[in-house]
Structure formats: C-alpha cells, structure tokens
C-alpha cells in the first residue's frame, strides 16, 4: 500500500515509521529543512530525540508529491487540530482521508468529523486513535488503536496500514465517541497532573478525578451523540488511563507544572510540543455548556489555565461540591 502521512510532529512520524516496514510510505513536513534532517540523520530529533527511523521511510516537503504519491491508498492527517481545516480543505473533494488530530477546534468548537463534513460532505473520513504514545509506537512497543470511521472501507484500510505484531488496530463506527474521548482526556490528564503535584493530595485524589473525569467525558459523548460504551474502550478509558498517568504526558505535565507554581507561558515554552488539553479546555468546556453538559472538572481546569483560580483551591473547590448519588 502506498501512504503518506501529513505532519512530522512525533505521532505523524511514528505512525509512518510503523508502517514503513511493509508499506511504501512517505511523510510530508511542511518545514524544508526538517524534511532535509529527518532525510540525512535517519532521526526526527525536534520530536523524537536519537530514536531512529526506518530506512525505508521516505519524508519530503512537497505536498502535492505526498498526495500523488497515496493518490491511490491511504491518507494520514497528522497535524495538530488547528491545522486540520487547512489540510482537509486543500483536498480534492474525492479524496477519503483518515486524520490523527485530537481535540475540539478553537474558535468553531467542531470536532473532526465536523470539519470534515462541513468542507467535504461527500467524501470518505475516520479518525485514528487510542491510548498511544508516539515514542512507544516508534519503539515497536505493544499498542491498542481505533480506527473509527463510517466507511468500512476507509476502516479497512487502516487496519491493512498500521496493523502489525507490535501495533493492534481495532475498528469502530462511532466516530463521535472516539473523537470526543480523544478531545476531553487531555483537558483531564491536565487535572490529574495538578492533583498529582500537589502536596497533599495522593493516588486516592487521582482514582476520583479519572473516575469522575471519564462520567464528564462520557456526558459531553452522548449528548454530541456518541455511544455510551465506546467511553468504556480503547478510545476513552483507555486512552484517559494512559494521558492522565503516563510519564511521557504532555498534558500530564502541564498539569504537574501549574501544581510546582510555574507560569503557564513558562510551562508551554520548556514542554516545545503542542499539549492538545491547554488550546482545547475553553472550548471542550464551551461546548458543553451549549448542550447543558456540567463538567466541573474542565471548568477547574478552564479557570487555572486561564488564571483566574490557583491550582490547589480549584481542587478543593471540586472536594465541596455537594454530594450526589453516582
């Protein structure tokens, strides 16, 4: 199968490295001279430090070569979800495409599929996600994805992408519950980082934010029209599990950071990757609030982003509330 994957961040780099092995695979950068180091050093260091790539993996900075190149198997947006728009809408209208983006778009408030929709009704689209760390992936650690899409056939074709010995890819049809479980996870793995790095709070404090976190995110699921049981899979459980506890979380450590008293310009310019959780809270909260959806734990995590709160006091404030049955 010929792929080409649109974005060298480390999840783009590490998917089209997992598939390189058995497909022929191309990775698209919009930055010329990343295109040129990830092509003389074998490594994308800007994102996945001395690990190495594939030989196989071709990476270039000529889109329209990676969209003839894939013109006829699979496409990967890889971007983050502010430049989902921009991809999708370049697109030839035709064109089915699977994007790994995760996160509510500012401004719009849409998710993926939303976008999708709204520039491209016709044509095929599926979300690809689940509890997944790039590096682990590129490493050929054991991984659990989605690969969530309406069109059996665009499924299908992820499946023969990615699926390997390492890399297990399951299919679904709910992409609104895989999206959203994708979007929310990282507002509350920045919760569960600041209730981590406080002094006196423990893992009983974090057994209660992801509990309560995931009924949050399962609310804001059914009310957009997901499925209940698709929060309990991969794509939600799983996948808030992982970013809420996983050392190698970027929301993780924000969330730890705003606990340590740092700033959050300060936080963001140490971390160098984009945290999906910070730009999307406002909006995953907005969202809810249009479709009546209570979700104290982004609300908290909104007001100490946003500094209006201090960390350990938004904390307690959700330790108050009133007790109500589960």
């Keep these: 199968m010929k792929i080409a994957v649109l974005g060298a961040g480390a999840w783009g780099t590490a998917l ?13 950068t919009r930055d010329a001279a990343q295109a040129a180091e990830i092509a003389a050093t074998g490594r994308n260091t800007r994102y996945l430090g001395d690990e190495p790539l594939p030989a196989a993996l071709r990476v270039s900075a000529d889109r329209a070569a990676a969209l003839a190149h894939c013109k006829s ?18 697109l030839p209208d035709e064109r089915p495409a699977l994007w790994a983006c995760k ?12 976008i999708a929709r709204e520039l491209r009704p016709q044509a095929a689209g599926g979300v690809l996600s689940g509890p997944s760390f790039a590096l682990e992936v590129l490493r050929g650690q054991p991984t659990a994805l989605v690969a969530a899409s309406e069109s059996d056939t665009l499924a299908a074709a992820a499946v023969e992408a990615f699926h390997s010995d390492s890399l297990r890819v399951y299919t679904a049809r709910d992409i609104v ?22 002094q006196r709070t423990g893992l009983n404090a974090r057994a209660a934010l992801i509990t309560r976190g995931l009924a949050e995110m399962t609310r804001l699921g059914i009310a957009l029209g997901g499925q209940a049981q698709t929060f309990m899979g991969l794509s939600g459980l799983g996948d808030l599990v992982l970013t809420a506890t996983g050392e190698l979380s970027r929301n993780r450590k924000v969330g730890l950071a705003l606990a340590a008293g740092k700033a959050l310009p300060d936080i963001l310019a140490e971390l160098g990757h984009v945290s999906e959780g910070v730009y999307s809270a406002a909006t995953v909260l907005q969202r809810a609030r249009a ?13 100490v982003l ?14 108050s509330r009133q007790s109500k049955a589960e």
């Design 16 to 28: 089209a490295a997992a598939a390189a092995p058995r497909h022929e695979v191309l990775l698209w």
């Design 73 to 90: 198997g699979l496409l990967v947006i890889a971007t983050p979800m502010a430049g989902l728009r921009e991809q999708l809408g370049a």
């Design 103 to 114: 996160g509510f778009e500012s401004g719009s408030g849409l998710l993926g599929h939303e």
């Design 177 to 198: 519950g895989v999206e959203v479980g994708g979007a929310v996870k990282n507002v509350l793995a920045i919760a569960t980082g600041i209730g981590d790095g406080l």
């Design 291 to 303: 479709l009546g959806v209570e979700m104290p734990i982004t609300e908290a995590v909104v007001e």
């Design 306 to 319: 946003e500094g209006r709160v201090a960390p350990e006091a938004a904390l307690w404030r959700l330790m």
